[in-house]
């Protein structure tokens, strides 16, 4: 979400404070992905304060079938800055999604989207990956 | 590239086909997923999807925030607890109804269980002795006992002999009325411990109109008073005083006794 790892530290702690103090008083709320919701807020504020990238269209390529031999050249913190340049909400959806831990109810509920939206923003997301993919690590007839 | 002729509710749900197999999915996903397993888009996808993933398993994560990950999922769900159990408020709700339904029945299931034929008589009078004042009554000054010839002789009531438990006791007074069910009743007021004695008809079968008698002596109780009934002769015969059984037993005891 933010691809800095200090940064993302940062929101860990703060929304683990935040979580101690409501259940010290009490207060925790009683839906399951608050913790979660919560961190995704603070990291929205937190990437806010920084310099926004442009907004631009970018490419989109259809999802090769070598596509898994591009990825596995790519390294994971590049892959992380990548993510967190996505606009949101298609930030918070690429970011839940491969994150592999939620279903598409779960990613539906967190990110308060529809799935259409949720679907659109996939298919968004893997075209424009495919797109920097081609163009950082182009395979022979795709550049 | 091909299209997949499917609904486009299932389109979306395909686009967003869980990574791992092992996930859990609703019913819709399921059929998505198994409608389109086989084709070259789909597989193309999750071939690009678990590529993906791997790498953002390989994203670095600081030691301090990862210890608080070791071997734990993300998304737990509550654990179930007889406690939190107890403080939801429709099991509260639950519990409660059932505890006073179950409260009622034990205390109807135990009057029942000390009712007696003419129990409830016994009990109305009871009332009548919590209210009834010495001035209420004629004055008479003799032995108990002896009140039978009088409830014979003036009011012609039959049977209305006071037990032996009770017949060497001095009287202060004794009327005989009658009740909103126009049954003919005496009452006697005894100087001791200002006990009263009440003489009622025994209740009888409605259909033989046999007398439903009971042995030895019952108990009832009303508004901090006390009564001992027994019945003789298709006639009730109680002793009533302000307290508890404890205040009755000794005249109930010597009576045994003698």
């Not at chain 2, 002999?161 to 004794?174: K, L, Y």
């Not at chain 2, 009564?227 to 009533?240: D, K």
């Amino acid at each position: 979400m933010l691809g800095d790892s200090s940064k993302a530290q940062e929101v860990f702690y703060t929304t683990l404070r935040e979580a101690a103090n409501r259940a010290a008083q009490g207060e925790l709320p009683k839906e399951r992905f608050w913790l979660f919701r919560d961190a995704r807020w603070r990291c929205l504020e937190a990437s806010e304060a920084d310099l926004q990238p442009e907004a631009l269209k970018l490419d989109e390529h259809d999802v090769a079938p070598h596509a898994a031999s591009q990825i596995e050249q790519l390294d994971p913190s590049q892959l992380a800055v990548w993510v967190s340049g996505a606009p949101d909400p298609q930030r918070t959806a690429l970011a839940l999604f491969y994150l592999d831990e939620f279903d598409y109810n779960e990613i539906l509920d967190l990110a308060e989207l529809k799935l259409s939206e949720l679907s659109r923003y996939l298919i968004q997301g893997r075209g424009q990956l495919q797109a920097w993919l081609d163009a950082k690590h182009p395979q022979q007839g795709t550049a | 590239m091909r299209r997949l002729p499917l609904l486009r509710r299932q389109r979306a749900l395909l686009t967003c086909a869980p990574i791992s197999h092992d996930r859990s999915t609703d019913r819709s996903m399921r059929a998505a997923v198994a409608r389109a397993d086989n084709s070259e888009e789909f597989v193309s996808q999750q071939n690009f999807d678990r590529a993906v993933a791997e790498i953002v398993r390989l994203i670095p994560i600081p030691p301090e925030t990862a210890e608080w990950f070791s071997e734990k999922s993300l998304a737990v769900g509550s654990k179930w607890t007889w406690r939190k159990m107890a403080r939801n408020p429709a099991v509260l709700a639950i519990s409660i109804a059932v505890v006073v339904i179950t409260g009622v029945s034990v205390f109807q299931l135990l009057s029942r269980l000390n009712d007696f034929p003419g129990s409830a008589t016994a009990r109305k009078l009871l009332a009548v002795a919590a209210s009834t004042r010495p001035v209420m009554l004629d004055p008479i000054s003799t032995e108990a006992g002896t009140l039978s010839d009088l409830f014979f002789m003036k009011h012609g009531l039959e049977h209305y002999d006071v037990p032996a438990e009770f017949a060497d006791s001095r009287t202060i007074g004794c009327r005989v009325f009658e009740d909103e069910e126009s049954r003919r009743i005496a009452q006697i007021w005894l100087a001791e411990k200002r006990l009263q004695l009440f003489l009622f008809p025994a209740e009888r079968n409605p259909k033989t109109g046999v007398v439903l008698g009971f042995p030895g002596w019952r108990y009832v109780h009303q508004e901090g008073w006390v009564g001992a009934v027994t019945e003789r002769s298709g006639v009730c015969f109680m002793a009533a005083v302000r307290g508890n059984e404890k205040d009755l037993e000794p005249y109930l005891s010597n009576a045994t006794g003698k």
